[in-house]
């Protein structure tokens, strides 16, 4: 029996890569559907990351611990969109990441090995994880990028501008952590 998946989930896919019918069908027989609880772990520190996620709807963060076991959100993802900890996942060593969900969330897990045996057999499915892999990549420089060029007034304004719906989706607290700032800065950066 065929397995249904989502539309979402394939347009998606084909966004990032060519890909026919065929190699799609393959893929999607591999990937399994999962729902998480809001504030349910999908990883946690000291893990070995062995999927790479699509959150069809939902939205998942990452965040650490620093040396006063403070957390520091790293990344948000939300509807439609790919993440994993690509350190993780591409060296096969302990995840220095959590995963949760910020609210009730179904993701489709697309695991390591099995995708690795696909590109053997299939080169369109292998371009269109190289082209992911890619995609997640410039995400991070792109958010490494701000962080280094921004100030924090900016980074706001980046988020605003860009993706104002994860400026209604998460907390000031998880907000001011990712910008690297205070709650405090964050009012006086919001007021302005």
């Excluded at 690795?116 to 997640?136: D, K, P, T, V």
Aim: glycine content about 2%; some cysteine.
């Amino acid at each position: 029996m065929e397995k249904t998946f989502s539309l979402s989930l394939e347009n998606k896919i084909r966004s990032i890569a060519a890909i026919s019918q065929e190699s799609l069908s393959m893929l999607v027989q591999e990937i399994q559907l999962m729902h998480i609880s809001k504030n349910e772990m999908l990883l946690t520190e000291g893990q070995f990351c062995k999927h790479v996620y699509f959150v069809e709807k939902g939205g998942i963060r990452t965040f650490m611990h620093n040396n006063d076991m403070k957390e520091i959100n790293v990344n948000f993802t939300f509807d439609n969109s790919f993440t994993t900890e690509l350190k993780s996942l591409r060296t096969s060593t302990p995840s220095a990441f959590f995963m949760q969900a910020l609210e009730d969330t179904t993701v489709w897990l697309f695991e390591k090995d099995v995708l690795l045996a696909l590109y053997a057999q299939s080169h369109e499915i292998s371009n269109f994880g190289r082209s992911l892999l890619e995609q997640l990549l410039m995400e991070q420089e792109e958010h490494a990028n701000m962080f280094k060029l921004q100030t924090p007034a900016e980074r706001y304004q980046y988020l605003y501008d860009h993706q104002p719906a994860m400026l209604q989706r998460i907390s000031l607290t998880h907000l001011a952590s990712y910008l690297g700032i205070s709650r405090e800065t964050l009012s006086r950066i919001r007021r302005h």
